[in-house]
């Protein structure tokens, strides 16, 4: 399937939206907006969302569970209206929900699986796949003994039966301790290690954090942040201070570059600088060398939780 292609992208989806019609109990919701996100092969990208957002209207998108009003969706370049088989095939969704048919094995579930998927019996690998969710030794127990950390890890195994180059799973760890957590989120980033593109959506912001190199963020069914994990790290270890001095300026002055200082007013300067290894008082100092008297100063600081609250404040 990796050779058929030759987009660079695993995920495009272009101006998607859904409205879930009004119904007795609820009024009409537009749950997204118009998305347009591109999600590179072989990356790990974590759609960070508040509850309602939309993360999940929009996997079931992909999975083929809810229908999209208008826009488009391509996975692995196929089509979702157009070439449903192939893009089908491209992908395995772990979603939010736990459905797992309880009275059957864990080692029947996945032959089941691969039995929708028309993998054929000599390519199947289930013992394969219970190894590396490690529930070898429960392939033979009923998926109703099994706990809840190991359901999920079942799900992820189920959404691997036909070997898909994306695997999507909707809030992977809700609802699952924090070891096992831990052991899961291994197996997904060994999993990417291997080449498999992964996007997980999650409300979780440490999850996003420790996982992914991408981080999108869904709002009120619109996009609002779409960058590299670091560039968005980076806002972390920022802080400003504005600074009210006792001249005019017309323009920042070059000496304070390294502040990366701008101006806010005539006499008001704002400077950032990394806190991990920069001091108030130095930068302070080197506004006064550079010949300036300090009448006023206020600082601000950010961090992911307020970068996040910043932008989902500003869609809702
Ligand atoms: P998230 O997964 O980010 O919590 P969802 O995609 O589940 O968000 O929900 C987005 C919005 O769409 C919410 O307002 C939710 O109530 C609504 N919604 C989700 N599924 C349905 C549905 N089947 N019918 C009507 N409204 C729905
Ligand atoms: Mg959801």
Known sequence: MQQNSTSPYAIELNDLRKTYKASKKAPEIQALKGINLAI??????????????????????????VIKTSGTAKIWDYSIDT????????IGIVPQELNLDAFFTPERLLDIQAGLYGVPKA?????ELLEVVGLSKQA????????????????????????PPVLVLDEPTAGVDVE?????????????????TILLTTHYLEEAEELCDRIAIINGGQLV???????????????????????????????????????KGSRQLCLRYPPSRVTAGQ????????GFTIIDISSREADLEDIFLQLTKRAA
Request: aromatic share 2%.
């Open 180 to 196: 096992l957590r831990r052991a899961l989120w291994d197996y997904v980033k060994e999993l990417n290690r291997r080449g498999t």
């Open 225 to 263: 942040a779409d960058e590299p994990k670091d560039t968005l790290l980076k806002r972390l270890d920022s802080k400003e201070l504005l600074i009210t001095v006792d001249k005019d300026m017309t323009d920042a002055p070059t000496t304070l570059q390294q502040y990366h200082c701008s101006l």
């Open 140 to 163: 033979k127990l009923t998926a109703r003994s099994l706990s809840g950390g190991m359901r999920r890890r079942l799900m992820v195994a189920k959404a691997m039966v036909h070997n």
């Open 283 to 290: 930068v302070m100092d080197a506004v006064q060398k550079a």
């Open 123 to 127: 390519e199947r690998r289930t013992a």
């Open 40 to 65: 590179e092969k072989g990356s790990m990208v974590a759609l960070l969302g508040p509850n309602g957002a939309g993360k999940s209207t929009l996997i079931n998108i992909l999975a083929g569970l």
């Open 83 to 90: 070439e449903t088989r192939m893009s089908k095939s491209a």
